[in-house]
């Protein structure tokens, strides 16, 4: 079965310092890997995805993350932080060979606070 | 503009009562998601439609039951038989992943719908 770690419930970074999600993802096939954000009360906005092309995936406001293999992971940067980057991140993960039948599994999320 | 609407933005439901949420899709989706999103928990899939008229149970479908009459229509009915149905409910839809080299993996979602027992 397929499962995703993002680590940190929450993390802190000084606005124009780099921010850094983490995210560790298991899956017994090539997964489609995809980071979300949400802002409160409201719905999942796609920043970018992973579907087996360039292992560095460019995203939307500035982000960006790297697919690697030998470590599972998906981590998600951006160099500079703003203030409208406060949010919630949910790393997701699918598994190509099923095609995604069932949707996307996704981690517990992470909270992206931004101090002035 | 295209995209998933879903209704009412904020509900309150005594103990014991039946309600349903709204979501409808003009996309063109075929396949359609319902997720509920506890705080600290992620999104946990409820059920899942790929083609009208055939759906699926996620991960926690107990208490839950939905429909798929018409394609861009995806109704989700919290029962009383759901012991916690306070949380936020998301409904989501992709591209068929059955079809030959048009799966994309994403998902698009709506607004999110926020149920209250009292």
């Known amino acids: 079965a397929q499962s995703v770690t993002q680590l940190g419930s929450h993390v802190s970074v000084s606005e124009g310092a780099l921010v850094l999600l983490r995210c560790n993802y298991s899956?017994?096939?090539?997964?489609?890997l995809f980071w979300y954000v949400q802002y409160p009360n409201q719905g999942l906005q796609l920043l970018l995805k992973?579907?087996?092309?360039?292992?560095l995936v460019k995203g939307i406001n500035g982000f960006e993350a790297e697919f690697k293999k030998s470590e599972t992971s998906f981590h998600l940067t951006k160099p500079s932080a703003h203030m409208s980057d406060a949010a919630e991140y949910f790393c997701?993960?699918?598994?190509?060979?099923?095609?995604?039948?069932?949707?996307?599994?996704f981690g517990k999320g992470t909270h992206l606070i931004i101090q002035p | 503009d295209g995209g998933i609407t879903q209704s009412p933005k904020y509900l309150f439901r005594k103990e014991g009562q039946n309600v349903t949420l709204s979501c409808e899709q003009n996309?063109?989706?075929?396949?359609m998601y319902w997720y509920r999103q506890d705080p600290g928990q992620g999104l946990r899939l409820i059920y899942y439609?790929?083609?009208?008229?055939?759906?699926q149970k996620g991960d926690i479908a107990e208490g839950y039951s939905v429909s798929r009459e018409k394609k861009e229509s995806f109704p989700l009915t919290v029962t009383s038989a759901q012991k916690n149905p306070t949380a936020f409910y998301l409904c989501?839809?992709?591209?068929?992943?059955?079809?030959?080299?048009?799966?994309?993996?994403?998902?698009?979602f709506g607004e999110g719908s926020r149920l209250t027992v009292l």
């Open positions: 989501a839809s992709s591209v068929n992943s059955g079809l030959a080299g048009h799966y994309t993996g994403e998902l698009f």
């Open positions: 899956s017994s096939v090539p997964p489609y």
């Open positions: 992973y579907t087996s092309a360039a292992t």
């Open positions: 997701a993960v699918s598994e190509a060979k099923r095609g995604g039948a069932d949707g996307l599994t």
């Open positions: 996309l063109n989706h075929d396949a």
């Open positions: 439609s790929q083609i009208v008229n055939d759906f």
